[in-house]
């Protein structure tokens, strides 16, 4: 069974910043892609970012330029920078994985929530 573990969410300020975290089952992480997931009360879960087990990075056009998502193979933890934070960005964060080409992976974490408000 692939574990997902994030952390980091909390409330913050437009314009702040967080970093969430997620820890991932160290057999499998090296080997795959993973990404990042949000979502709000009555909407679907949305694609955020993703990084590949080489580094290669794909964002959602909502977040490029605001968002960095990198991974420490070392410490098998993805993570997920998110500056210039706006009210919009308010959602349940999940990690997910593995990640096939960019196809969603079967797995999730419990999610973190993030609240961007004065």
């Known amino acids: 069974q692939v574990q997902l573990v994030e952390s980091g969410g909390g409330l913050v300020q437009p314009g702040g910043s967080l970093r969430l975290s997620c820890i991932i089952s160290?057999?499998?992480?090296?080997?795959?892609?993973w990404g990042w997931y949000r979502q709000t009360p009555g909407k679907d879960r949305e694609f955020v970012a993703r990084?590949?087990?080489?580094?290669?990075?794909y964002y959602a056009d909502f977040v490029k330029d605001r968002f960095t998502i990198s991974r420490e193979n070392a410490e098998n933890t993805l993570y997920l920078q998110m500056n210039s934070l706006k009210s919009e960005d308010t959602a349940m964060y999940y990690c997910?994985?593995?990640?096939?080409?960019?196809?969603?992976?079967?797995?999730w974490g419990q999610g973190t929530q993030v609240t961007v408000s004065p």
């Open positions: 997910n994985g593995p990640i096939i080409g960019s196809r969603q992976g079967s797995f």
């Open positions: 160290p057999d499998i992480f090296g080997i795959y892609s």
């Open positions: 990084i590949g087990r080489d580094g290669t990075t």
